[in-house]
């Protein structure tokens, strides 16, 4: 509703793209997501017979909401760096499919190939597992993510106002998606600003917003041919 009354590009209801976020968005709630459970159930069984007995024993005495607060700040590290990565050459082919946008809106959150979110995935969760942070932590922190995706890509005008040096906004993180130059490897963050500022990725522009999104010609490809 939000993107009906303050949109800040021209809204676009029905499109191609919208289409293709729709099924990115169904392929990966089923398909990805039963491969990625089967995955990280092995993952969790495997961290649990490393780690040695005791190790998280300090870590489990916390009260749920630090629990929750260490879940939310490690995981966006974790994600600050598995993005960094997709923007590598070997894996830019999957992240582009991200980045092939060119109408910014909440469902870009959703526009992802599976090898992108299985990747994310494993930076976000395998750490906090090890240092043995409860599931139920786990998963209150990937709800904060998730909500916070859905508002970075957001169309809308507004920002968070003097909360945006410390937590993401749309301008903030429609630049990381604008295509240019100035802007390219740039914003890196997805909810708290500190590591783009500390890793030196950090984009401020005198504008309030891009103009232009997209990579290449992706977009106006079919489904199919974006996950191959």
């Given at each position: 509703?939000?993107?009906y ?61 630090l ?26 082919r ?41 599931l ?32 993401v ?24 600003v ?35």
């Amino acid at each position: 509703p939000a993107e009906y009354l303050f949109c800040a590009y021209p809204l676009v209801l029905f499109s191609r793209e919208r289409r293709q976020n729709i099924l990115l968005l169904l392929f990966n709630l089923t398909v990805t997501a039963l491969l990625g459970g089967a995955v990280a159930g092995l993952v969790y069984l495997a961290v649990d017979a490393v780690v040695p007995a005791g190790f998280s024993t300090p870590v489990a005495a916390w009260p749920f909401w630090l629990q929750v607060v260490a879940c939310v700040v490690l995981a966006d590290f974790g994600i600050y760096v598995s993005h960094r990565l997709m923007h590598t050459p070997l894996l830019w082919r999957f992240h582009e499919v991200h980045h092939s946008a060119e109408e910014m809106n909440w469902m870009v959150a959703y526009r992802f190939h599976p090898v992108d979110l299985t990747i994310t995935g494993i930076f976000t969760s395998v750490p906090l597992l090890v240092v043995g942070l409860p599931l139920e932590a786990i998963a209150a922190a990937k709800a904060v993510h998730g909500v916070q995706a859905m508002l970075s890509h957001a169309n809308v005008s507004w920002g968070f106002g003097p909360l945006r040096r410390i937590v993401v906004d749309p301008r903030f993180h429609h630049w990381h998606h604008a295509n240019e130059r100035d802007a390219y490897d740039r914003n890196f963050s997805a909810l708290l600003v500190v590591w783009d500022w500390l890793f030196g990725t950090l984009y401020v522009s005198e504008r309030p917003r891009a103009a232009v999104f997209g990579a290449g010609d992706m977009a106006r490809r079919g489904f199919f041919h974006l996950l191959v």
